[in-house]
């Protein structure tokens, strides 16, 4: 099974520049482990389950729980049984269709 | 704390109607005791931790995963320190800036 | 055609409490005319087409723009053809299927 | 001003393989000239009005409309005055913190 979890997660209180809290949550995302890609939007992760990925969530919550009153989250998930590796996979499988895009 | 959590969860294998699938899911958050409210968009959940709001997100695609083979979820949180009781007192407060409101 | 629209939209550079700001742009989505519903997560809007819904979200942004330098949003669609009244009729379709619910 | 507007939007009954309609949405895309990046949750776009923004989404849906009579889309927007080229600034910013990440 591949589970896909996009998010973006932020501190509201904390004016219009949250590039330090942001830096925290993907810090502990790089340490652990997980298969993930940063976006300029959010962080997209892939688990093996849908528990090990909103653990994920759970824990960028409580790295800005310290510091703000306000936290906003936007989550999107696609899972998919009988896949893996869609991080690089679902891109390809456009490319294949209509040739290279960015990304 | 009040974890406001709003999503919509559906199978995305099966066709243009799911409400089978969605009643499923809301006949478990009712079960749950859990504070909810449904829209025409999807179910808003009101709980004092993110865990709990979590679970129940977790226990909705295990409702879902036996049906199908890809399943679609977006999902918002707003997370506040030191409120409760949102689900009815926002839409309070914006009565009370501009007078009654359809909810 | 049936176009229900969802959507939330804050300044983040004004501080944990934005009702102020929200209030405004529900003022002018009551002053529109079009179908809406407000919940605790955001505003509803159901359209004939997506000209219409996506109308809105463009003025909500002008309501926002002069108070704020950094405005986020989330929003959601579901576009169903051959439906009307939707902002009704899911709600009574999933109590067809379960009971009564919480709306 | 920087409008990064990320989204995803899919036909809901057409089973669980919706590269093909994907393709041809992100085909339009590249051709329209805007700045894009494709993602394996979505595609993101940078323009410099939210006009222009909404508009390739209000594309998007035309592009499907002949072939779906369900379309759900997700859509973030991201919208800052006085900035720009923030699909590939954010994600510098970040590693100006705390080194090099996956993206």
């Known amino acids: 099974m591949s589970v896909l979890l996009e998010f973006a997660m932020f501190p509201t209180d904390k004016g219009d520049s949250v590039s330090q809290y942001v830096g925290e949550v993907i810090q502990m995302i790089k ?11 959010g962080t997209i992760i892939e688990t093996e389950t ?11 919550y409580k790295v800005l ?24 996979e679902k891109i390809k499988s456009i490319e294949s269709k209509i040739g290279k895009v960015e990304h």
């Open 31 to 41: 340490e652990s482990g997980v298969s993930y890609k940063l976006t300029a939007m």
């Open 65 to 88: 729980e310290p510091y703000s009153n306000r936290v906003y989250s936007s989550i999107n998930l696609d899972i998919r049984k009988g896949k893996s590796n869609r991080l690089e």
């Open 50 to 60: 849908i528990d090990e990925a909103l653990a994920i969530v759970n824990k960028s």
